[in-house]
């Protein structure tokens, strides 16, 4: 019984994850009984963790729009999480040294299986030194990451805000509004949603279309 679900659940991950990984995935799923839900895309995460609640067991959710490798590496942080919360609940900080340990020690797993190309093994052991709270605010890994997007996604022009000029507008993929790059605090833009005038903070990292627009017009 063990056995068919293994070989059901490795079938249906297999699109989403890298060759040699798909069976680490699934031994953890049913290792520490997750509910593992593919996400439409969101634009301030990623993936996410949420520990049991309710009569509900520990859930991960990963954007499903993800590369291969990008999916194995968030979904490997939230399984840091995970045993972090059954080792600490929430007695630690969500990225501590104790879910940095975790993180790492999962992550040489996928690391000794070769699972990963040249470059990104070598971007994924810099990032081990010292992972930030998300993958997706350590430029150098992203961009690596990135390299590996499928054709389709690199053709749509996305690109990150970090790479936005300063006061250069950009708009999220499906959303009209328009926002103006403002000033970096730590890993984020404050940047202004030029309809409304709100505040919002922004990810460097996250993926957006570049608008070309003259500063003097008006938008009031």
Same mark, same amino acid.
């Given at each position: 019984?063990?056995?068919?679900?293994?070989? &059901?659940?490795?079938?249906?991950?297999?699109?989403?994850?890298?060759?040699?990984?798909?069976?680490?995935?699934?031994?953890?799923?049913?290792?520490?009984?997750?509910?593992?839900?593919?996400?439409?895309?969101? &634009?301030?995460?990623?993936?996410?963790?949420?520990?049991?609640?309710?009569?509900?067991?520990?859930?991960?959710?990963?954007?499903?729009?993800?590369?291969?490798?990008?999916?194995?590496?968030?979904?490997?942080?939230?399984?840091?999480?995970?045993?972090?919360?059954?080792?600490?609940?929430?007695?630690?900080?969500?990225?501590?040294?104790?879910?940095?340990?975790?993180?790492?020690?999962?992550?040489?797993?996928?690391? &000794?299986?070769?699972?990963?190309?040249?470059?990104?093994?070598?971007?994924?052991?810099?990032?081990?030194?010292?992972?930030?709270?998300?993958?997706?605010?350590?430029?150098?890994?992203?961009?690596?990451?990135?390299?590996?997007?499928?054709?389709?996604?690199?053709?749509?022009?996305?690109?990150?805000?970090?790479?936005?000029?300063?006061?250069?507008?950009?708009?999220?993929?499906?959303?009209?509004?328009?926002?103006? &790059?403002?000033?970096?605090?730590?890993?984020?833009?404050?940047?202004?949603?030029?309809?409304?005038?709100?505040?919002?903070?922004?990810?460097?990292?996250?993926?957006?279309?570049?608008?070309?627009?003259?500063?003097?017009?008006?938008?009031?």
């Amino acid at each position: 019984m063990t056995k068919n679900l293994n070989n &059901k659940l490795i079938s249906q991950l297999s699109p989403f994850l890298p060759e040699k990984s798909a069976e680490q995935v699934v031994d953890w799923l049913i290792e520490y009984k997750v509910h593992l839900k593919i996400a439409k895309p969101r &634009k301030s995460k990623l993936g996410d963790y949420r520990p049991p609640f309710n009569g509900k067991g520990h859930r991960i959710s990963v954007n499903g729009d993800l590369n291969p490798y990008a999916f194995l590496v968030t979904f490997t942080h939230e399984v840091a999480h995970l045993i972090t919360y059954n080792e600490y609940q929430r007695k630690v900080k969500p990225h501590g040294r104790e879910w940095k340990g975790n993180y790492g020690h999962l992550m040489v797993k996928h690391l &000794k299986k070769e699972v990963f190309p040249t470059d990104l093994e070598q971007a994924l052991t810099i990032h081990l030194r010292n992972p930030a709270a998300s993958s997706c605010v350590d430029p150098n890994l992203i961009k690596v990451l990135r390299a590996y997007d499928s054709p389709q996604k690199k053709a749509i022009g996305l690109v990150t805000v970090d790479e936005i000029k300063e006061e250069g507008y950009f708009q999220f993929p499906n959303d009209r509004r328009l926002f103006k &790059k403002g000033r970096l605090m730590r890993s984020r833009y404050q940047c202004l949603e030029v309809n409304s005038g709100k505040q919002f903070a922004v990810n460097k990292m996250a993926e957006v279309f570049k608008v070309e627009i003259k500063d003097n017009l008006n938008f009031k």
